[in-house]
């Protein structure tokens, strides 16, 4: 039972990691303010950056809980 917790702990850590580096950048600095006023005007798509900022916080629910039996089963 614990090595099963142990391997879904760390696929969960390795997709949560993932899904965070495909998100955009929310300061893209300089860049983003001399161009931020093109993707206001013409429209950013919104959609992929709503499902994993939404899939990340599931992603985080579900290591946190397996942190946390990991660590009562453990001791």
Known sequence: ???AL??????VAVALITIILLQSGKSAGLSGS???GAETLL???K?????LG???VVLGLILGILSLVL?????
């Open 43 to 45: 429209g950013k798509k």
């Open 1 to 3: 039972m614990e090595i």
């Open 34 to 36: 001399i161009t931020g």
């Open 47 to 51: 959609g992929l950056d709503e499902l």
């Open 71 to 75: 660590t009562i089963i453990m001791q």
């Open 6 to 11: 142990i391997i879904l702990h760390v696929i």
């Open 54 to 56: 939404k899939i990340t």
